[in-house]
């Protein structure tokens, strides 16, 4: 795979006529480094962010494990990485699946939130005895940006009964949940470790493991959260105080703090009418959240800047014949943008790629590494959460 310095570097001496990734492995490797010196237990990738073999690799290169939705993520992260850890962290799967990964994979533990799953898995695991058990309880996901709270998730009157039942199938029986996608405070955190231990005390068993899920939140324009240590803090003080297993170990499912920081996107303006740009890529492509949940990612200008200039806010258009293919931003560019003028788009290393279709025959990508910076980081250029300043949709400079 081609290296090129940026992604400005890239456009000028390639000028790729479709959209192309610009992989930053470096940034990947970082943000592992960070979670497995700062998370005081183990760490998880979640798979579904970006399942590209490099990512897993280094992911695997760093001593994370993998959190898998499904048979076909099982074998993935097996096939990159014979000996991680592997946890099936969906809370419904088959019969078939679950055998699969039990006696192919390897994998020994399973998310569940129904009687129904915990009797699926006892009966696909012909009652094996060295399973881990997850009771998956449902939390709020009011602190987040994408809520996960409705579709998954034993309701606290459920979740005595369901674990101690499960802690009569387990060798090891853990608690999950999810706070939602993007948590922007830490008390989300705080306050779903509340309601687990309500379900553990009434329920009267002790659990070995204790899963946070992911949530864990990536920088964006308008979406600057407190930095990730405050985040590892209060997990680490409401676990303390948490009545559980002496040695209960604490999980966590990171996939979008992991991975978005390792790609952006660089795209190619098609039409310039008004304030609204084509390019080619879009919602059907590797920009789903910019369009379907209108977030504004960092963008800035693949053109020099030989004095200051105008900058103005644009909302892009995708090349499907879809009207859903659009993005309302606003992508602050300068005033000056034209038909061949290429724009970076920052911070798609996680639901970018995963998220592609080929609706209309689009949705090819090339990839390229890059080794700048990430437009935006969490961890900054010393490693420290939150050390990245906030960044405008810009120009280059």
């Not at 992260?77 to 419904?92: E, K, Q, S, W």
């Not at 387990?170 to 379900?199: I, K, N, Y």
Request: glycine residues 8%; negative net charge.
């Amino acid at each position: 795979m081609d290296n090129y310095q940026s992604a400005a570097h890239l456009a000028e001496s390639l000028r790729p006529v479709g959209p192309a990734f610009c992989l930053r492995p470096h940034a990947a490797r970082g943000a592992a480094r960070w979670f497995t010196s700062h998370f005081p237990g183990k760490t998880l990738y979640a798979v579904k962010a970006n399942p590209a073999p490099w990512m897993l690799d280094i992911l695997r290169d760093e001593g994370v494990g993998f959190d898998v939705a499904s048979i076909a993520e099982a074998r993935r992260a097996r096939a990159v990485a014979p000996d991680a850890f592997i946890g099936f962290m969906h809370p419904v799967k088959s019969r078939e699946a679950i055998r699969e990964a039990y006696v192919s994979l390897g994998v020994r533990a399973f998310a569940l939130d129904s009687l129904e799953e915990l009797a699926k898995i006892v009966e696909a695991t012909d009652d094996a005895d060295d399973l881990t058990l997850c009771v998956r309880i449902a939390v709020s996901s009011d602190l987040a940006k994408i809520s996960l709270a409705s579709k998954f998730g034993a309701a606290p009157e459920e979740a005595p009964a369901l674990l101690r039942q499960a802690r009569l199938k387990a060798a090891r029986l853990g608690v999950c949940f999810h706070v939602g996608s993007q948590a922007m405070s830490p008390a989300a955190f705080t306050a779903a470790l509340d309601r687990v231990e309500r379900a553990i005390v009434v329920a009267g068993v002790f659990v070995d493991v204790l899963d946070v899920g992911g949530g864990f939140p990536a920088p964006y324009p308008g979406m600057m959260a407190p930095p990730l240590q405050d985040y590892v803090d209060a997990i680490e003080a409401r676990f303390e105080r948490m009545l559980v297993a002496e040695n209960c170990e604490l999980w966590c499912e990171p996939g979008r703090a992991l991975a978005a920081e390792a790609a952006s996107l660089l795209v190619r303006v098609e039409a310039r009418k008004g304030d609204r740009l084509h390019i080619n890529d879009g919602v059907y492509g590797a920009l789903f959240d910019a369009g379907a949940l209108n977030w504004t990612f960092p963008a800035r200008a693949m053109k020099a800047i030989e004095a200051p200039r105008e900058v103005i806010g644009y909302s892009l258009y995708g090349p499907t014949c879809d009207d859903y293919d659009a993005m309302a931003g606003p992508f602050y560019l300068p005033s000056d943008m034209s038909v061949g003028d290429y724009i970076e788009i920052g911070m798609l290393g996680a639901y970018g790629a995963a998220m592609a279709t080929r609706f209309n025959g689009f949705g090819e990508h090339q990839e390229f590494v890059v080794t700048d910076a990430p437009m935006l980081s969490a961890y900054g250029a010393t490693g420290r959460p939150g050390a990245g300043a906030a960044h405008r949709n810009e120009a280059m400079t």
